[in-house]
């Protein structure tokens, strides 16, 4: 099997190698998320109160301890909020138990009155537009009039009153000028496909701007217009390998590529607040590499990147004066920074979880390995740091989506493994996004075939180097990779030594046929990757692991949330019961005021302890007394079953 390995530049390594507290890991963030007011005078971020997540506040350059909350919740916690355009309220988004029926609410800063904007029962709003020429209004998408479909409102901020401005027609997705008029949309085709559609004006009928194929489908989304409208800022791999930052000309729909790559994904634009021009491009590759398109920012870019680790723009004032910057680091916590364009100083501001800093994190080491069929697999390892890498135990950790990516920088889950003595093994199998159209569609109808067969075929070389003990292996993930779990334990038993799996899609027939209905619009991307439960209900049945629930005979952690939306209880319990009535070992953990993973720290830190329990009663690792973490002893009483 052909492979080359690239280790990533050590950043800061040091020498205590004793074990990380879960807390530390797991628990809340000390700060994170911040955002910079319109007028670049104040600072909003997410941090604990109480021991909830919430937003609080401060001048921006005040000193430390200033600052002060300014929401209440006492349930889940806020995780994400904007500031209103005028800057004196903050908006922010909840669900209720993980429902993800999110319901959009905000505070004035200055009476501190609360409200409810959209105060709808099992209905499920978004923020799509804040504009700065706005500063009273602003638009959500909400799924009022029929559950698959969210149309668009203009909320006054004033009076809370909602005014429909735009119908969903089947959209995946919209886009709204500066003026807060809806201009374009993403609508999905019979075949797979799908058309960018434009507009004028509010009341103008909607025209096709271009269409692509199934193929560039999921890699196509209409970002921004330009002022003046004529122009409609795009990223699509359409004409391309890899996904193109592109401007479309709104009525010629003639293209101008503006940063492509032969090999990798475009992920992300950051754009001029006034004139949406794009300044900074960033390509999806083994690290997140920024191309600079505005020169007049280039020497603040070279500033910010001299920092060290990947850089991500957050955002600036709407004067563009003030921009957030973060690094991420593979070793070390997510640094956030201020920067004020054209000094070429930027000023930190905090860490997301400092106490990191104590501890000896682990190196992500980026790696490509030739696959059986010789597909280039892309994927990173994370090795515990100061032990000789030989035989050791692994754990191959596979990612959500399964439309998503593994990118390089700090991975809770993948330092805590490294941390017990886990090799940690997470490769983009085909089907994984950010490498290119041709990649993506290689996993097409490979659920549970070659795309496991990729997590074989990666394993399997790392057993070649010497570097793990084949008898100590472990497979484990959340949502696509508590599927992959499953499947591990089910198709590949011999391979894996025990597996966990954290809201796993163990139906396909069910997972397929009871989506959420907001997710209507991609069901027949969801068909062509996957397969059509109407037509070809025996193909599903024989990649589902509840179908193949006989063929498992490994130890097996099971975790669910009792509000799932994407995943029914029903099959998980299924699943659990066959396995206990069969004598396999099985540990499943329920936990009821949970959705589709795990949002409240004590469920957070009861799930890590007990994983860790797990994983090392079957391969052999460290782990840290359940007593020794306070938080973990209360959580939900979620249901455990032990066979």
């Given at each position: ?30 700060r ?19 021991g ?19 929401t ?52 499920q ?19 009022l ?42 609508a ?47 990223i ?13 000309d ?11 790559d032969?090999?990798f ?16 491009a ?56 201020t ?11 905090f ?6 800093d104590?501890?000896?994190l ?48 700090y ?71 508590a ?51 109407e037509?070809?209900p ?27 939306p ?40 009861d ?34 079953v032990?066979?």
């Amino acid at each position: 099997m052909e492979s080359n390995i690239v280790t990533a530049v050590a950043g800061r390594r040091g020498t205590d190698h004793s074990l990380i507290p879960r807390t530390v890991l797991f628990g809340n963030p000390q700060r994170v998320e911040p955002a910079i007011s319109p007028d670049g005078h104040r600072l909003a971020w997410i941090a604990p109160d109480g021991g909830v997540l919430n937003v609080w506040v401060r001048d921006l350059d005040a000193v430390p301890g200033s600052e002060r909350v300014v929401t209440r919740d006492r349930d889940r916690g806020i995780h994400t909020f904007a500031w209103g355009p005028a800057g004196d309220r903050i908006l922010y988004l909840r669900d209720h138990d993980g429902d993800e029926n999110w319901v959009l609410h905000d505070v004035h800063l200055e009476t501190g009155v609360e409200r409810v904007l959209t105060p709808i029962q099992d209905v499920q709003a978004s923020i799509l537009k804040i504009s700065k020429h706005c500063p009273g209004h602003i638009l959500v998408m909400i799924n009022l009039v029929r559950a698959e479909a969210h149309d668009v409102y203009r909320l006054d901020l004033d009076s809370g009153a909602l005014t429909k401005v735009c119908d969903d027609r089947g959209f995946v997705m919209c886009v709204a000028d500066e003026a807060l008029t809806v201009r374009a949309a993403l609508a999905p085709l019979p075949d797979g496909g799908a058309v960018v559609l434009v507009r004028d004006t509010d009341g103008s009928p909607w025209r096709p701007l271009f269409q692509v194929g199934h193929e560039d489908a999921m890699s196509t989304t209409p970002l921004a217009f330009s002022p003046d409208g004529t122009r409609l800022l795009c990223i699509t791999s359409d004409g391309a390998e890899a996904a193109q930052l592109v401007w479309v000309d709104s009525t010629t729909a003639d293209r101008t590529v503006l940063v492509a790559d032969p090999t990798f994904d475009v992920a992300t634009a950051v754009l001029h607040v006034d004139t949406n021009e794009p300044r900074v491009a960033f390509v999806d590759g083994e690290r997140l590499t920024p191309v600079v398109l505005d020169p007049g920012i280039a020497d603040d870019i070279a500033a910010l990147t001299a920092l060290g680790g990947d850089l991500e723009l957050l955002g600036s004032d709407d004067h563009d004066r003030v921009w957030l910057a973060a690094t991420i680091h593979d070793d070390g916590p997510i640094r956030y920074y201020t920067y004020r364009k054209g000094s070429g100083e930027p000023v930190f501001l905090f860490a997301h979880r400092p106490d990191l800093d104590q501890y000896t994190l682990a190196g992500m080491e980026p790696f490509t390995v030739r696959a059986r069929d010789g597909l280039t697999l892309h994927g990173y390892l994370t090795a515990p740091p100061g032990q000789p890498r030989r035989g050791l135990p692994a754990v191959v950790l596979v990612h959500g989506g399964p439309w998503h990516r593994d990118t390089w920088g700090y991975q809770p889950d993948a330092q805590w493994l490294a941390n017990r003595g886990y090799l940690v093994i997470q490769t983009n199998f085909r089907g994984s996004t950010g490498y290119g159209k041709a990649f993506l569609d290689a996993g097409n109808r490979q659920w549970g075939a070659a795309m496991h067969d990729d997590l074989l075929d990666t394993l399997a070389w790392t057993i070649e180097q010497g570097w793990v003990d084949p008898t100590r292996v472990a497979i484990m993930g959340a949502s696509y990779g508590a599927y992959a779990a499953l499947i591990g334990a089910a198709f590949t038993p011999d391979v894996f030594a025990c597996a966990v799996a954290v809201a796993a899609p163990a139906d396909l027939n069910n997972l397929l046929t009871s989506i959420p209905p907001y997710w209507k619009a991609a069901i027949v991307q969801a068909h062509l990757r996957v397969g059509n439960p109407e037509t070809e209900p025996e193909f599903l049945r024989s990649r589902s692991p509840l179908d193949q629930v006989d063929k498992i005979r490994i130890p097996v952690m099971v975790v669910h949330g009792g509000n799932d939306p994407r995943v029914p209880q029903a099959d998980i319990d299924r699943l659990v019961e066959t396995l206990d009535r069969r004598g396999v070992p099985v540990t499943y953990r329920l936990y009821p005021d949970e959705g589709h993973g795990l949002a409240k720290p004590a469920n957070r830190l009861d799930f890590y302890a007990t994983a860790e329990q797990f994983l090392a009663d079957h391969l052999g690792g460290r782990m840290e007394p359940v007593g020794d973490d306070p938080d973990a002893a209360v959580p939900t009483t979620p249901t455990l079953v032990e066979g």
